[in-house]
């Protein structure tokens, strides 16, 4: 039997009260004071060690404009051919967080260090860069597919910036909102220390993608573009029985398996001041006559699902997150809990496939908000952050169904094995840099040491 997972509608934070609580204006009514207060209870409590861990922002002017512009191009993006992919990558100075050689992968990820002070982006977009008329941001023969490359994704770093620096004064409003809450300046301060965030544009692959993606693997040598030009730009349909599908599901109404498996990304924490993510955009294949076409959907138009999925310690429970379309979800990061003394709470969160639409991919983009590296962390506090929340107790029907209760501990046991304990990874006196290295290197592997862009 499988648990399924709980719904969680995040509290709606208006951006218009985020202005009014993040500024040191005084000219408004005392109704108006006493609603603003309570507005920041409902906050702390959602971020707090009995909330969630995570809240949603409403009313953000030109949110889905934006949104809108960048994140279909996260689709097109990760299924370019290798070579193709690389050089926008190189043309608009972007960095990749997984390899993109390999064609099984499930997740592409497209990073970018966004600064506090920006200066103007130098996008190579013009054929006339050089003497012989071509542009040396790009590798390899100027060519039409090269033309094509560049208008489609003309201005790719320009649509990271606004987007994110739009989810950046986010961050850093709430960031002061808390402090005002807890007192002191230390979350706000430490997010400016830094100068910097990380902005990644993320695309989750369906099995459909991966077909694409072996497709273009297996035409390599053929002359160039000439396949993945009439694959892509997508080219939105394919005959059923090119498609292998291998995931066979039972499960009602597209809900998650609350088990290890089906995920896109597995438990984790993230490590940083705060996460502001997009409401994703799903691309959905349909089947029309015995052929599959692409086609862009809207989260609400799934069930109201964007299929990240939290773990909430107060509750002993996983809860699916059902954000209102065209909001941006905040989530508390582990320096935030360390940071706050323990006042804010981290989010251990994954991202799960919606069980009964193996051919649905998903696109969002995320702005992670960190202190600077040589940041001092002290675990001098009480109730110091530690991964044994998760352990305990069982609600009522739980208690009347032994199976229930056994599935949740038994997902309980495999969490723990995958998110390394905070106690393993942090120590006090470390600096962010350790502490971020460590983690890298519990969960994933390896040095720990992660790409500067």
Partial sequence: MEAEAEILRPFELRFSDLLLLSSSSSSISLAEVERLENVTRSVLENLGPEGPGLLSITGVPDASVLRGRLLPLARRLALLSYEDCRRVLKDHKLGTDVSLKNVDRTVSSFALQLKYVQEPSQECV???????????C?????????????????????MFEELGFCMMELGLRLAQLCDKAIGGHELEQSILESCTAKGRLIHYHSSFDSHIQKESKRAKGRKRGSTMRSLYPLRDCFPMEEVNLEEKVTEKNGTCKTSMSHLWQQWH??????????????????????VYHSVEQEVDLLDGHCY??????????????????????????????????????????????????????????????????GKVFSTDFPNAPELLTLTGRSDNNEESDPTLYQTRNNLIEQIHRVVPPLSSRLKDGMTFAEFSQQTTKQYYGGSGFQSVK
Wanted: net charge negative; proline share 5%.
């Fill in 126 to 136: 013009s054929s006339d860069s050089s003497e012989t008329g071509r542009n040396d």
């Fill in 138 to 158: 790009l590798d390899g023969d100027e060519d039409r597919s090269g033309e094509s490359l560049r208008d489609e994704f003309r201005n790719l770093r320009n």
């Fill in 269 to 290: 924490y993230d490590y940083g001041i705060f996460t502001v993510l997009t409401t994703p955009l799903f691309t959905s294949i349909k089947d029309i006559d015995g």
């Fill in 308 to 373: 990240l999925q939290v773990f909430d310690p107060s509750k002993n429970k996983i809860l699916m997150v059902q954000p209102s379309p065209g909001s941006f979800i905040v989530q508390v990061g582990e320096s935030a809990d360390i940071l706050s003394k323990g006042k804010l709470r981290a989010t251990l969160h994954s991202v799960c496939k919606p069980l009964e639409r193996v051919n649905l991919s998903r696109k969002t983009f995320v702005v992670f908000l960190q202190p600077a590296w």
